[in-house]
């Protein structure tokens, strides 16, 4: 039962309203905070607190981008532009420069400060349009459930390769001791020297608990069991993954330095590899 959200996600709906063309587009994109971009037709000022209450209970955290247009289909011209107002700026421009008239007026065109905006709406056109964006938020919120189970199913995915590959290292672990053990019993027995048996028991027990990893192998272990329980969580939050997270790469980081062996630190390299993937997902949560 996935309770991941992502914070990516896209709505849209078009609308016919009165011969009044009504575009409504959100797009989100993860974020630390809500941070919302706003690109509204003026004629849309009734809706701003209203649209901003409701991104803000409902989508609440991500990189919002909004898109808020209309077209009045009856008009000849979709945008009307204030020809007068046009002829006046560039009669003053020409007394005293040598202008380029085209240039001028395709840059004039391309802002907003001189298009007449002549749509209004009545309180039932906007009681429509409120109804419109509730719908594209709950777009939003339905792509973000389906993006959220995506990452649900990718971090699964690399929790059951690090699991994999601690498998395999216990595997090496095992027989990597007893090689170790060998080693330093073959090596004093080639010396004609007598020595201290005793001693040389001691040193070995130093060096195999310096090279030991099974402590850092179990904690890992509990590391993912533990991420893994918190998935599950129906209140599941990025920054506490985020958290687990460090702990993970603390005792697979230890495993690498002590392993000194080059089929286990090869399969550390793989889990960190997963490790960074998962944290690339964690960033996109809700």
Request: hydrophobic content about 35%; charged content about 35%.
């Amino acid at each position: 039962f996935n309770m991941i959200h992502s914070m990516t996600g896209f709505g849209r709906e078009e609308k016919l309203i009165n011969n009044k063309k009504i575009v409504i587009e959100i797009r989100t994109l993860n974020s630390k905070g809500l941070d919302i971009n706003l690109r509204v037709h003026e004629s849309f000022s009734f809706i701003g607190e209203y649209l901003r209450k409701s991104v803000k209970e409902k989508l609440i955290k991500g990189k919002v981008d909004i898109i808020l247009d209309v077209e009045d289909t009856n008009e000849d011209l979709q945008i009307p532009f204030n020809k007068s107002k046009i002829k006046a700026y560039l009669k003053e421009l020409r007394k005293d420069f040598k202008i380029d008239e085209s240039q001028i007026i395709s840059n004039l065109l391309s802002g907003n400060s001189y298009v007449n905006s002549n749509i209004n709406f009545n309180k039932s056109e906007e009681k429509k349009i409120k109804i419109l964006l509730d719908k594209v938020i709950q777009k939003q919120l339905k792509y973000r459930k389906i993006e959220g189970k995506a990452i649900g199913d990718d971090l699964n995915k690399s929790i059951s390769k690090i699991n994999s590959y601690i498998t395999k290292t216990i595997s090496i672990e095992s027989n990597r001791v007893e090689d170790k053990k060998k080693k330093f019993k073959s090596y004093f027995n080639e010396l004609n020297e007598k020595f201290d048996k005793s001693r040389l028991e001691q040193e070995m027990i130093y060096y195999i608990e310096k090279w030991d990893i099974n402590e850092e192998i179990i904690r890992l272990k509990h590391h993912l069991k533990f991420f893994s329980s918190e998935m599950k969580n129906k209140e599941i939050k990025g920054k506490k993954l985020s958290f687990i997270c460090q702990e993970i790469g603390r005792e697979i980081n230890t495993i690498g330095s002590k392993a000194n062996n080059f089929e286990i630190q090869s399969l550390v390299v793989n889990m960190k590899e997963e490790l960074e993937k998962i944290k690339e997902n964690i960033l996109n949560i809700l």
